[in-house]
C-alpha cells in the first residue's frame, strides 16, 4: 500500500497585530468593574502575545470606530454580505502568501489535487477554484472543500489528501487552510463573548501531500464525539456574520475525556513511546487539559505552546502552523500524535512519523 507524507507547508498571516489593542479595547468596554479586571487578568494568563487580522486597529480613541477603515463602527457593524464580500478578497490574498511560502515552482504542472479548508467564509466559484487559477494549476486539478467544520478540519483535509495518494500514488495533493476570524467580530459586549474574541487570529497555510518519502508519514486517522457536548462548540450564519458559541467547560470535558479514553485513543502506542505532539493549540487551557489528561511532560506541547503564543487560534490552520514547526525543528526521525477539537464535540486525531 502506497503510504502519504506532508513533504512541508508554507504559512501566512495579515500584516496587523491586533492583540495588544484588542486587550485594550476589552478592558475599556466591559462597563462592570470586575468583568474588566478579570478580562485584564485572563488576558494576561492566556499566553498570547500577539494575534493577526485583515482588520487594521484604528486610531485612538476606538470608542465608536474600532478599525482604520470603519468596518466596525459601533452601532453599525456590517451584516453577513459584506463581510463575505471582504472575505473574497482578503482570504485569496492571504492563501497565495501561504502558497508563495510553500515555494511549488516548477511543481506547479504537477498537482493532481487541491483540498480547501475553511469555516469563516463563502463564494462560488469558490476559493479554490479562485486559487486554482492564480497559482496558474491545470483547469484538470479535482478541488475539494473541507467547509464549515471549525478547529479540527486540518485532520479532514490531510486524511482525503492521504486518501487520494493512498489510491492515486502519483497524485500530489495541495492542502490550503485559510481562516479570517476577525471578519466575524460580533458587538456582544459581554464577559464571555470578549473572552472568545480574545483567542482568535486570522492565518493560512498551504501545503503539500504526496507519496514522496520526506517530511512526516501521515497514519491511523481516528475520529471520535465525545458524549452529551453537543452545544459546547456551535458555529451559526447569522445577519451580522458567524456567530460563535465556545462554553468554558470545554476544557474540562476534554481533560476528562482523555484522562479516560486517551490510552484507547494513542493505542498501541503510550504517551512515553511518543517524540512528538502536534496539538491544535485552541488556548491555554485547552493546551493545559490535553497535557494534563495524558500525563505527557511540561515540553512535550512546545510547538503548539509557541504557536499559541504567536498567533493565537487561528481556527483550521492553526495545527498547520504547528506541524511547520515540527518540520522545521528537524531531528532524528520519531513517532507523533496529532489531535485537534471542534464542534460536537469531535476529538479528530492521527498518528504519525517524522521521516527527515
Known amino acids: 500500500m502506497t503510504r502519504a507524507f506532508l513533504n512541508r507547508v508554507g504559512t501566512a498571516v495579515p500584516a496587523h497585530d491586533i492583540h495588544a489593542a484588542f486587550v485594550a479595547f476589552g478592558c475599556g468596554v466591559l462597563d462592570d468593574p470586575h468583568a474588566r479586571a478579570l478580562f485584564a487578568r485572563m488576558a494576561d494568563m492566556a499566553d498570547i502575545h500577539h494575534r493577526y487580522a485583515v482588520i487594521e486597529p484604528g486610531p485612538l480613541p476606538r470608542d465608536r470606530v474600532l478599525d482604520a477603515d470603519g468596518f466596525y463602527t459601533r452601532g453599525a457593524f456590517p451584516g453577513t454580505q459584506a463581510r463575505m464580500e471582504r472575505f473574497e478578497h482578503e482570504a485569496r490574498a492571504l492563501a497565495l502568501r501561504a502558497?508563495?511560502?510553500l515555494d511549488l515552482g516548477g511543481e506547479r504542472d504537477r498537482i493532481t489535487h487541491l483540498v480547501l479548508a475553511c469555516c469563516t467564509g463563502f463564494t462560488a466559484p469558490g476559493l479554490e477554484f479562485q486559487l486554482m487559477q492564480a497559482l496558474g494549476l491545470p483547469s484538470s486539478v479535482e478541488r475539494t472543500i473541507v467547509g464549515?467544520?471549525?478547529?479540527?478540519?486540518?485532520?479532514?483535509?490531510?486524511r482525503l489528501a492521504r486518501h487520494f495518494v493512498r489510491s492515486e500514488p502519483?497524485?500530489?495533493v495541495l492542502v490550503v487552510n485559510v481562516e479570517l476570524s476577525s471578519l466575524h467580530l460580533q458587538e456582544a459586549w459581554e464577559l464571555e463573548k470578549m473572552l472568545s474574541f480574545l483567542l482568535f487570529g486570522d492565518g493560512a497555510t498551504a501545503a503539500l501531500v504526496t507519496a514522496d518519502p520526506v517530511g512526516i508519514e501521515l497514519d491511523a486517522f481516528r475520529t471520535v464525539v465525545i458524549p452529551r457536548t453537543d452545544d459546547m462548540i456551535t458555529w451559526h450564519i447569522g445577519d451580522t456574520g458567524f456567530l460563535m458559541h465556545l462554553s468554558g467547560q470545554v476544557p474540562g470535558r476534554i481533560r476528562r475525556f482523555l484522562r479516560a479514553e486517551g490510552e484507547g485513543l494513542i493505542a498501541p502506542h503510550t504517551p512515553r513511546d511518543l517524540a512528538h505532539w502536534a496539538v491544535h493549540a485552541g488556548g491555554r487551557s485547552i493546551l493545559d487539559a490535553v497535557q494534563h489528561g495524558l500525563g505527557l511532560g511540561?515540553?512535550?506541547?512546545?510547538?503548539s505552546r509557541g504557536v499559541l503564543r504567536d498567533y493565537g487560534n487561528m481556527s483550521s490552520a492553526t495545527l498547520m502552523f504547528v506541524l511547520d514547526r515540527l518540520l522545521r525543528a528537524g531531528g532524528p526521525p520519531g513517532?507523533?500524535?496529532a489531535m485537534a477539537f471542534g464542534p460536537g464535540l469531535t476529538v479528530e486525531s492521527f498518528r504519525f512519523r517524522t521521516v527527515g
Open 99 to 101: 502558497a508563495a511560502a
Open 148 to 158: 464549515f467544520m471549525g478547529c479540527f478540519a486540518a485532520v479532514n483535509a490531510l
Open 170 to 172: 502519483r497524485a500530489r
Open 298 to 303: 511540561p515540553d512535550a506541547l512546545a510547538h
Open 335 to 337: 513517532d507523533g500524535m
